[in-house]
């Protein structure tokens, strides 16, 4: 097998948590789960080809990577990006699957995607690319099976061309796919699931760190990406009071001191949608933009740190440089958004620190996504729509839930015991999902 660097980190993180834990003292049977679980079921590889505007023949690599179904249909969201590979899909798809299973609903693990850059193509292109690909990727999903969703570079645009070609391809309605348009099966909130999840965990552990005393109000917030998670972290920061001094995309980073405004963050919503640069959407608000820049070390002064825009965008260096400018809490909105060194530097401070940082992993921070994903499925099997505000607070409790589960399970797992004020999030996110998952292998015989 080749060497797929972001899968090895990403089955790297999970290795660790569970051998850094007592699971393995306690229950030797689970040592034999990870070598099975960490080879996909199934990866789907396809070619794609399709007409430009400039009337020429394009072709690239599509795939789905079915990873494991042992606890519900596969799930996880479609990433089209110019650096997609089958390392990427394999580390996003493995970490889906403990993901899923810790929002206590019953879904599988998958992902997949297409490499290809989409910027400065037409919509008449993009819907060209989204059918093409739609065509092999048929075959592979539908709801009792498969349920695919957005991530980079899918939108509820491209969601609405792949549905639709789906329903010519098979003259059936049943894509699965999540993240459609309200007209047709969407379900309010989805858009704004993942990022809303993301402040809502985030405050739950500010209310645990400071025994309710404190909230989001007054925080100073870095958000890093400005596209579906980092728009509607930074809308539900400021509907809560924080001030969202950052933003970024892969051109470089806008800071601003004293904070955006919810109508700029609008007008972010309304000129990513149009597939504008943050340089140009932001150039007349006043703020400073830094070319080819990361946030984290031109924030300034910040309490919350909101990673969401793609993996291994916080170095080491920037994690203790954020220590250092007073972060006490960071959630990734963003999939594997920490380095390993990042980490390391994160959950140091939980031995040694009087305030310790409190750091979130993706697969707790951002499960608001599929969470939402998962019950705009229930609502099109059931032929009903929720409103906002059931769909809000059902999001917020899962959120809380997971957060709850995670510090109980460290707690009951860690080989810190209660020598740390803090337990390990890491440690609990990655052993809660992976029990859940790991009982269903044992139950039905993948695992024996
Ligand atoms: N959309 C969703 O529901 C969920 C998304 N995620 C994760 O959140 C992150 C962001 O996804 P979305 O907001 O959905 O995607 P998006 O396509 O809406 O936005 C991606 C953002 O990241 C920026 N970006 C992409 N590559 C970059 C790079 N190399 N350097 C700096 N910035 C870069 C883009 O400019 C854009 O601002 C990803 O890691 C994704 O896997 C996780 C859970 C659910
Ligand atoms: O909504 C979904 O099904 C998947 C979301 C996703 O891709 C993720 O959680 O990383």
Redo the contacts with the bound molecule.
């Keep these: 097998m080749s060497y797929e660097p972001e899968f090895q980190q990403a089955l790297d993180e999970v290795t660790k948590a569970l051998e850094q834990s007592t699971l393995y003292e306690k229950h030797p049977k689970y040592k034999k789960v990870l070598p099975v679980l960490s080879i996909p079921q199934k990866v789907n590889q396809f070619r794609v080809t399709w007409e430009n505007d400039k009337g020429e023949q394009e072709v690239t690599v599509g795939y789905r990577v079915q990873y494991n179904n042992c606890i519900g249909p596969f799930?996880?969201?479609?990433?089209f990006h110019p650096t997609v590979n089958l390392s990427i899909l394999k580390f996003?798809g493995f970490?889906?699957i403990f993901?899923?299973a810790l929002t206590g609903t019953p879904?599988g693990g998958a992902?997949g995607g297409l490499c290809v850059n989409t910027k400065g193509r037409s919509e008449n292109e993009i819907r060209r690319i989204c059918n093409a690909f739609m065509r092999e990727l048929y075959k592979v999903i539908g709801t009792e099976k498969e349920?695919?969703?957005?991530?980079i570079g899918v939108s509820g645009v491209e969601v609405g061309y792949m549905h639709g070609e789906y329903r010519r391809l098979t003259d059936r309605y049943d894509s699965g796919l999540?993240?459609k348009g309200l007209d047709f099966g969407g379900s309010l909130i989805?858009p704004e699931a993942?990022g809303y999840g993301v402040v809502y965990v985030t405050d739950a552990m500010i209310k645990h760190a400071t025994n309710g005393r404190e909230s989001f109000k007054g925080k100073r917030v870095a958000i890093s990406g400005s596209g579906n998670v980092a728009q509607y972290a930074a809308l539900k920061a400021i509907e809560l009071g924080a001030t969202v001094v950052s933003l970024s995309d892969s051109k470089g980073c806008v800071i601003s001191e004293k904070g955006f405004s919810e109508e700029q963050i609008k007008n972010v919503i309304a000129g990513k949608a149009a597939r504008k640069t943050l340089e140009f959407i932001t150039s007349d608000f006043g703020f400073k933009y830094i070319s080819g820049a990361r946030p984290w070390t031109h924030c300034g002064p910040v309490d919350i740190v909101l990673p969401c825009a793609t993996q291994n965008e916080v170095s080491g260096e920037e994690a203790e440089h954020l220590i250092k400018a007073g972060a006490k809490y960071v959630a990734e909105g963003s999939?594997m958004g920490s380095t390993p060194e990042a980490i390391a530097a994160f959950e140091k401070t939980r031995a040694s620190s009087e305030s310790p940082v409190w750091f979130c992993p993706?697969k707790l921070a951002?499960?608001g996504?599929?969470m939402?994903?998962?019950f705009e499925l229930a609502q099109n099997a059931q032929r009903i729509s929720w409103t906002a505000e059931e769909v809000d607070s059902k999001l917020k409790s899962h959120m809380i839930a997971g957060l709850e589960l995670s510090m109980k399970t460290a707690r009951e797992y860690s080989k810190e015991g209660d020598k740390v004020k803090l337990p390990s999030l890491v440690v609990g996110a990655n052993i809660a999902g992976f029990l859940k998952v790991a009982n269903a292998m044992f139950d039905q015989g993948d695992v024996w």
């Design positions: 799930k996880g969201g479609l990433r996003l970490e889906q993901k899923n879904i992902k349920s695919p969703a957005g991530d999540t993240g989805r993942t999939n993706p951002n499960m996504g599929v939402v994903s998962q």
